[in-house]
């Protein structure tokens, strides 16, 4: 038999819409075969082997039909075994349905005989509820009294007693109500109230415990065997359990906040220190008390002693809390309070004592003052401390400006130098402040500082400004001081004072630069009251310059007689300035009259007296300069050419002389230029003069064309060409560097112009 016929006999399986599966399969066969069959016989050769190939495909063909029929079979048997199980399922079912339909029907007899009986069981429920009231009459009598016992037993503080006699009323109770069928009788409606009545005398005597364990312990005992009983006892009753324990534990913290923290007991403003030191004393003697009175009275699990620290902690922070959301406080009770709260509360004064056991740690507890109540209490201790400093330092100002317009000299110390408690005052009073902060903490101290450092630098704004004021008003003749020029002198006392002694304002730990602005601003008020000194002495010396030079100068020294007898008045006290224990070295920016300082010691650093007596010699010798630079007098030959190099070299020694005897040391006086120009006066061959003047300007630098042609103009004898050579010589060469320790006159000197304003040389000018 061929595949041909093998395919006739199978049955046909219509392809179609139901088996799309089928038919794509069957393409993809077909054309895999005829793919496979163009491939093996595309050659005419291998058609040879046609009948090898038939045979081999018959016999895979036969080999897969018999494996098909293998599994058709095996699916027929087991389709046979599920329908025979399906069919003897099927009868269970219906037999256990006529079973179920024989029990409905015995029900439905059965409940009408129920319904029948009824009324029966009723009576029966009567006849037994009868028979119990019976038997429990004679008690049931007797409930009323027994609960006027009860009370009288509660009213009466005995309570064991009373609990027993509660107890056996509510066994009563819960008796009737089993015997009776859930059924309440009005009898026991007292018995509630009466439950609640004992509840709150145990909760009444565990609230006075501190009391109570001092004066009648048994009771406090009886009230607490009593919660721990009733804690642990069940009822029958549908009631809620009475959880006595945690009422008397509540009943504890409430008696212990209101014995201490009871809003009666709370300070007013001005109390706090007392408050506080009231409870240093009180707390640790309450825990004392729990330790030795109370813990024995109670069992171990309520932990009295924690129990008893934890509340004292948790009500005083509590109390802070809403005393710190009332009206602001003070200074002294801001600073009270926060030294209490973070170094005595916890300190050994409190509860951080030896005596106290472990339970009463509080250490790991919520801090009293949380980090936002600690900046709100050094916020307002920082603001009324500076209000009260602000008031105290304008005080201390008032009362030193008001004795400058006296008719008396300033004070003097022992040692004879200007005198006033004003530094003292002040630097005490910013002292104390940051010194007693420390006992609180660094952040405190820190701000206090800060504030104590800003407060300062304003006194000495202040300190300056009524200085000006006092100055303006004494030279315009508003306020005429008698003693002004003593009162500059001690108000650079005061001066030095603060400054040697501003060094206690810095506590430990500071930065090393914190008090830099102050220093600077000390140094500031320093020159400030040297330039109102030295304005002084110009408004002494002005009128006399006027007439320098003239003939008179050059044939008569008087009119230098009168400068130097001045100077030496208004120099007299200068010895009464006290040495600074830091010295200071200034300079003078060009072409004007402030004052530049250097710190630092050095060879040309000056003490107080020394330094003024520099300014004065200085003021005197550019005063002297700008004389000579107007113009007033040109010389008419060589004999009054003469007359003036002498006059000149008259003056430098006449101002040498005058400022040794005062005690300035020639190496910083700046008289000898005097000596320089008499050189240029005194030359006799004109034509020679270009090399006096490079000679003047190798001395001083700063000279200027204007300052030689004004000198030349005093000689009266330089024609036009020797001045154009003499001030040629100025531009030849380098400008030289000035020479070390010298400080410049000439560019302070304008030709013509009215007197500089004072300034405040140290180092040697000649």
Known sequence: MDSTTKNEKQPALLPGPEWPEQERAERLARGAALKWASGIFY?????????????????????????????????LEGVKTGVWQLAQGLEAMQEAREALGQAHGLLRGMAETVRALEPLREQVSQHKQLQALSQLLPRLQAVPAAVAHTQSLIDAQQLLEAYVSLRELEQLQEETWTSLGDLELPIFEGVGPLSEALGQAVEAAVGAAGQLAREDPALLVAAVRVAEVETGRTTSLEQAPRDWRQRCLRALQEGLEQVHFGTHLLPGPGALAGWLEALRVALPAELATAEALIAPCCPPHYKVVQLWAHTLHSGLRRCLQQFLEGPELGAADAFTLLHWALHVYLG????????????????????????????????????????????????????????????????????????????????????????????????????????????????????????????????????MAPHYVSYLLAALNHQSALSSSVSVLQPDGV??????????????LQRRICRLVLEALLVELQPLFMALPSRQWLSSPELLDDVCERTARFCRDFWRVRNPAVQVRLGVRRGRGEVQWERGPGPTCLPSPQLLL?????????????????????????????????????????????????????????????????????????????????????QFP?????????????????????????????????QPSPPAGRRALFSLVPAPAPAPSSCLPSGPCA
């Open 511 to 524: 930065a090393l630069g914190a008090l830099a602005p102050v220093e600077a601003a000390l140094e500031e």
């Open 348 to 479: 050994p004064e409190m509860m951080g004592s030896l005596e106290l056991g472990p339970e009463a740690d509080v250490s790991q507890l919520e801090p009293l003052l949380t980090l936002e109540n600690i900046e709100q209490l050094e916020a307002t201790f920082v603001s009324k401390v500076q209000a009260n400093v602000v008031q105290w330092l304008q005080k201390a100002l008032d009362g030193e400006v008001a004795e400058w317009g006296r008719e008396q000299e300033p004070d003097t110390d022992p040692s004879g130098f200007y005198h006033s408690p004003m530094p003292a005052i002040v630097l005490q009073i910013l002292e104390e402040n940051i010194r007693v902060t420390s006992l609180v903490s660094e952040s405190l101290q820190r701000r206090v500082h800060g504030m104590a450092l800003s407060e300062l630098g304003a006194f000495l704004r202040s300190f300056s400004d009524a200085l000006i004021q006092f100055s303006r008003d004494h030279l315009r003749g508003d306020a």
């Open 702 to 734: 700063d000279v200027s064309e204007e300052h030689v042609s004004a000198l030349l103009d005093l000689r009266g004898d330089v024609s036009r060409e020797q001045r154009l050579a003499a001030l040629s010589s100025l531009q030849a060469g380098p």
């Open 43 to 75: 050659r005419p050769e291998q058609l040879a082997r046609l009948g090898q190939y038939r045979s081999r495909e018959m016999q895979r063909t036969c080999s897969l039909e018999a494996r098909m029929k293998s599994v058709v079979q095996s699916y």
């Open 614 to 698: 520099a300014e004065a010699e200085r003021t005197v010798v550019l005063q002297y300069l700008c004389a000579l630079m107007q113009g007033r007098l040109v010389c008419r030959g060589a004999d009054e050419r003469s007359q003036a190099a002498e006059r000149l070299q008259h003056d430098a020694v006449q101002l040498r002389d005058l400022f040794l005897d005062l005690g300035l040391e020639e190496s910083f006086q700046c008289a000898p230029v005097l000596l320089a120009l008499r050189k240029l006066l005194d030359l006799r061959d004109p034509t020679m003069l270009g090399l006096e003047v490079a000679g003047l300007r190798q």
